[in-house]
């Protein structure tokens, strides 16, 4: 059965949805089988407030850019549709989920619970303890390519975040076909031999092979192969 999961990641005016902070941007990335499948959610929201000096400096957003997009409550019902009730994936989700659940508290809908939140913050603390967790250091362990990442961006962060979350569960394996398959080469011509394929041999040793074997083990001081 085939796994769908959301890599969720958000963009802010501040620290506490309970100080009246609101979300200037929304995204997320769909995995299957936790590999993306390149569909993606973009949103600017307008935050219906003022973007302060310490947030702008974040994800580079201002209060005249964001004017015209929708507000929450207009972005919502794609933005919910998209999710549908896949598993969420989220760095430091405990922030993203508070403001989320702010949001939509304010347009009467039911809340994320934390049980459908897997959490890469926490996966990383408990793979790594007293490592550093953050995303930016997550990629230099991985070697994922961050180079963009000038500032905060939510979509180029769930990018991050899906590779980053594919190494933390241990990364792309051979025997699962993820690793893409090599070229086929063709060998010059004059090059190519003909070989002749030995019959398999029977499972069962030959009396002589036998034989030699136990004239080795009476050579060994105790062998194990008599035990």
């Given at each position: 059965?085939?796994?769908?999961?959301?890599?969720?990641?958000?963009?802010?005016?501040?620290?506490?949805?309970?100080?009246?902070?609101?979300?200037?941007?929304?995204?997320?990335?769909?995995?299957?089988?936790?590999?993306?499948?390149?569909?993606?959610?973009?949103?600017?929201?307008?935050?219906?407030?003022?973007?302060?000096?310490?947030?702008?400096?974040?994800?580079?957003?201002?209060?005249?850019?964001?004017?015209?997009?929708?507000?929450?409550?207009?972005?919502?019902?794609?933005?919910?549709?998209?999710?549908?009730?896949s598993p969420l994936v989220i760095h430091n989700a405990?922030?993203?989920?508070?403001?989320?659940?702010?949001?939509?508290?304010?347009?009467?809908?039911?809340?994320?619970?934390?049980?459908?939140?897997?959490?890469?913050?926490?996966?990383?603390?408990?793979?790594?303890?007293?490592?550093?967790?953050s995303l930016d250091a997550l990629c230099r362990r991985?070697?994922?390519?961050?180079?963009?990442?000038?500032?905060?961006?939510?979509?180029?962060?769930?990018?991050?975040?899906?590779?980053?979350?594919?190494?933390?569960?241990?990364?792309?394996?051979?025997?699962?076909?993820?690793?893409?398959?090599?070229?086929?080469?063709?060998?010059?011509?004059?090059?190519?031999?003909?070989?002749?394929?030995?019959?398999?041999?029977?499972?069962?040793?030959?009396?002589?092979?036998?034989?030699?074997?136990?004239?080795?083990?009476?050579?060994?001081?105790?062998?194990?192969?008599?035990?």
């Amino acid at each position: 059965m085939t796994l769908r999961e959301i890599v969720l990641d958000t963009e802010t005016t501040g620290l506490e949805p309970a100080e009246g902070h609101r979300i200037v941007e929304v995204a997320a990335v769909e995995l299957l089988d936790h590999l993306p499948t390149g569909r993606t959610f973009q949103s600017y929201l307008d935050p219906e407030r003022d973007v302060p000096e310490e947030a702008r400096r974040v994800h580079g957003l201002t209060r005249e850019f964001l004017q015209g997009f929708p507000t929450f409550a207009e972005a919502a019902e794609e933005f919910l549709g998209f999710l549908g009730d896949s598993p969420l994936v989220i760095h430091n989700a405990s922030f993203d989920l508070k403001f989320l659940n702010a949001e939509l508290a304010r347009i009467g809908r039911d809340p994320f619970p934390s049980s459908r939140v897997i959490d890469t913050l926490a996966l990383a603390q408990r793979r790594f303890p007293g490592a550093p967790a953050s995303l930016d250091a997550l990629c230099r362990r991985f070697g994922v390519d961050a180079s963009a990442r000038t500032v905060h961006g939510a979509l180029l962060d769930c990018q991050l975040l899906a590779e980053v979350y594919l190494h933390l569960l241990g990364g792309r394996q051979v025997e699962l076909g993820l690793r893409p398959k090599a070229s086929v080469v063709t060998a010059p011509p004059g090059l190519v031999t003909e070989r002749t394929g030995r019959r398999p041999r029977p499972h069962a040793p030959s009396p002589e092979e036998e034989a030699a074997h136990a004239a080795l083990l009476d050579k060994l001081a105790d062998p194990i192969w008599r035990h």
